[in-house]
């Protein structure tokens, strides 16, 4: 199991990389490419914060650490979990995790560029790397819960 999320890994930084290495070589910076009018544009963009450019300032040391801190905890997590849907999640995390974190330590910033439109208003522009973190940790959260909906019927004798 570890294999397949280690190549899940690699895959998704290389394709995180590639990525903001093409919008930043095609798009100048603080441009857009209208992709789909009102909707989607690529945004070349540079964010020195954590999601959705929180705690801006903070310095890139502190992401820093921080990243490595969770990445180590979820390598701890990849050790003791033998649910390949969990692995998965965590692949998907620490993919994520990584991928940004590669762009603080080489750049002082995270190269961002996807730029969806929502009735108009302009939300978080962000990258693969930052789309890895969102579905792996959302999905953790829904099987976390599906474990324990689980749990909780079977120890009330109402298998499925």
């Not at 954590?50 to 310095?59: D, W």
């Not at 490595?68 to 692995?87: C, K, P, Q, S, V």
Request: some cysteine.
């Amino acid at each position: 199991m570890l294999v397949s999320s280690l190549l899940l890994i690699v895959l998704l930084v290389g394709l995180d990389q590639w990525t903001k290495a093409a919008v930043t070589k095609a798009i100048p910076l603080h441009e857009s490419i209208v992709m789909i009018p009102g909707f989607f544009d690529l945004t070349n963009v540079r964010n020195t914060g954590a999601a959705f450019s929180m705690f801006a300032g903070m310095g890139m040391g502190f992401f820093i650490v921080l990243t490595i801190g969770a990445i180590l905890a979820m390598i701890y997590y990849f050790i003791h979990t033998d649910d390949l849907r969990i692995e998965w999640c965590l692949a998907l995390i620490t993919a994520g995790a990584i991928g940004n974190l590669i762009d603080r330590a080489t750049l002082g910033y995270v190269r961002d560029f996807f730029q969806f439109y929502i009735f108009g208003w302009p939300f978080a522009v962000f990258n693969i790397a930052d789309v890895c973190v969102s579905v792996g940790f959302v999905l953790l959260v829904v099987f976390m819960i599906m474990d324990e909906w689980k749990e909780k019927r079977e120890h009330a004798g109402l298998q499925q």
